[in-house]
């Protein structure tokens, strides 16, 4: 997605799962402390070098693959 510009795909970092800016912290980590309760704040004094938009852009990915579906291909 053109506007997720922080989250980063490598399969040399964390096996290839959506990260943030290429560091080792994925996706489903930022949405999983979200989901437990912890606040921005509470994530930055966890991961200083993470930014407020990284945060919310982790969790418009997430959303965004959540919306997903997959179709099965039909037989022509």
């Given at each position: 997605?053109?506007?997720?510009?922080?989250?980063?795909?490598?399969?040399?970092?964390?096996?290839?799962?959506?990260?943030?800016?290429?560091?080792?912290?994925?996706?489903?980590?930022v949405t999983g402390?979200?989901?437990?309760?912890?606040?921005?704040?509470?994530?930055?004094?966890?991961?200083?070098y993470l930014e407020?938009?990284?945060?919310k852009q982790a969790?418009?990915?997430?959303?965004?693959?959540?919306?997903?579906?997959?179709?099965?291909?039909?037989?022509?």
């Open positions: 997605m053109k506007h997720l510009e922080r989250i980063t795909f490598d399969p040399n970092v964390m096996g290839g799962k959506p990260c943030v800016r290429g560091l080792r912290v994925t996706v489903g980590m402390l979200v989901a437990a309760g912890y606040t921005q704040e509470d994530i930055f004094a966890l991961y200083p407020a938009e990284d945060i969790l418009s990915f997430a959303a965004w693959r959540a919306e997903e579906m997959e179709l099965p291909l039909i037989a022509a």
